[in-house]
């Protein structure tokens, strides 16, 4: 993409040039409190085409890292450009240079017809700024091993080391990821935060039936000399069927000897909680993730809906982040699809670009979000709206 440049504020977003790299990793490092040497090599996984600059008069003052890949609602999978390393020099904050930077990455996903984009807000207000809405959470489980009572593992299932997620462990993820609207569509950047995640060296086994994998676990285990005790950190945990997650619970338990806290992200009605015997786990939510729909016809046509659910919508978006979506649109769904093109005509539903965001992946309800003033519709629309975007809490178990 080329340059553009915002003649209000003398602000200009693009690319990332390479002369821009070595002071791009020290706003990046310095803004987030990790050692300089450690941004290069985080630009070289995202990949150099992936790293947007914002610059006044010529001096870099802030970028950003995009991520692209997808996320799976009614399980297909709808592209994302996610966002991570969002940064301005401290000397430059508090004019707009963030929110500038967001905006113009806005017009970017649209231009490209990239149907969303999805961040961790270590700032709500920024992002709300720009579109974006709370849309899901990341779910923390956590259990002390050794107050867990043993889990009956079936011997049906052998346990093996894996040299890491090859890629029979990637299918299995993917066909557990489908079933659960948020998880990701994980591109490379993703994997190597699951399988080579900062200051953690992990091993990856797969949990093997007659037919080939039902699961696998990649975890990480180590020691804090403050606590003379192990911490077991599962970076990553897939059971397709309940004795897989029974045979990874209970690979778990196996480190209790030493081990006082036993980690992992995920959904909390997955079958690895629902098999837990006991009160002795919290399920919290440390981070909620955001959405922000960057072009609706793309993202309303792509993602999956229920199979029995049938409706046709008229809505009004009234978006005014990104002028260039808002509009009409009629949607029609049947058989588990659905398609959204413009149009006009009286609208059954008006709503705005964040309300879009966080109806679309479930994560509010249209009944909230008219009681809030975000949405107008009808009782009948109303019904209709959570016939086809409602269900379980979406969640996201990577971070990124
Ligand atoms: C967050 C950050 C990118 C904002 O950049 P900026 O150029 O100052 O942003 P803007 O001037 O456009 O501010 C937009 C809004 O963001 C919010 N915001 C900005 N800086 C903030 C901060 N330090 N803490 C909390 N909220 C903040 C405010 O709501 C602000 O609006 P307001 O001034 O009307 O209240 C910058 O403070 C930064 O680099 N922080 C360190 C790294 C970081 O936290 N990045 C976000 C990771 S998700």
């Avoid at 849309?135 to 867990?148: K, N, Q, S, T, V």
């Avoid at 676990?217 to 000399?225: A, I, M, Q, T």
């Avoid at 016939?387 to 379980?392: E, I, K, T, Y």
Wanted: with cysteine; proline share 7%.
């Amino acid at each position: 993409m080329s340059e553009v440049a915002d003649n209000r504020t003398d602000l200009t977003y693009g690319p990332a040039a390479p002369e821009e790299l070595p002071r791009l990793a020290d706003v990046l490092s310095h803004g987030f409190g990790f050692p300089r040497e450690g941004a290069l090599p985080w630009f070289e996984s995202a990949g150099h085409d992936n790293i947007r600059s914002i610059r006044q008069g010529g001096l870099t003052v802030g970028g950003l890292i995009l991520v692209p890949m997808g996320h799976f609602f009614g399980g297909k999978s709808v592209p994302t450009l996610g966002v991570a390393g969002v940064g301005v020099s401290p000397e430059h904050r508090g004019a707009r240079a963030g929110t500038t930077l967001m905006r113009s990455l806005l017009a970017e996903a649209h231009a490209r017809r990239v149907a969303l984009s999805s961040l961790y807000p270590a700032t709500v207000t920024l992002y709300q700024r720009a579109g974006y809405e709370r849309a899901g959470a990341r779910f923390r489980i956590e259990l002390d091993p050794r107050a867990m009572p043993a889990i009956h593992a079936p011997d049906a299932l052998a346990v093996h080391e894996a040299p890491e997620v090859v890629p029979e462990l990637r299918a299995v993820y993917t066909a557990y990821a489908r079933r659960h609207d948020g998880f990701l569509d994980r591109g490379p950047y993703v994997w190597s935060r699951v399988t080579r995640p900062r200051d953690l060296v992990t091993k990856t086994f797969a949990v093997v039936g007659r037919d080939g994998p039902e699961g696998y676990v990649v975890l990480g285990h180590r020691f804090h000399p403050e606590r003379d005790a192990t911490h077991l950190t599962l970076t990553d945990a897939v059971a397709t069927t309940g004795r897989a997650a029974a045979r990874i619970l209970a690979l778990a338990l196996e480190y209790r000897s030493i081990c006082e806290r036993v980690t992992w992200h995920g959904s909390p009605t997955s079958e690895l909680v629902m098999l837990l015997p006991e009160r002795h786990h919290t399920v919290s939510i440390p981070d909620y993730f955001m959405v922000r729909v960057t072009h609706p016809e793309a993202a309303l046509s792509s993602r999956g809906y229920p199979a029995r659910a049938a409706a046709k919508l008229v809505l009004e978006l009234r978006d005014a982040t990104l002028p260039a979506a808002s509009g009409t649109y009629a949607l029609a769904c049947s058989g588990g699809a659905g398609v959204a093109t413009r149009a006009s005509g009286r609208p059954d539903v008006v709503l705005d670009e964040r309300a879009l965001a966080s109806l679309y992946t479930g994560f509010a309800t249209p009944w909230a979000l008219r009681a809030l003033g975000r949405l107008e519709a009808s009782d009948a629309a109303c019904e209709d709206l959570s016939a086809l975007f409602g269900g379980p809490t979406p969640c996201v178990v990577d971070m990124f």
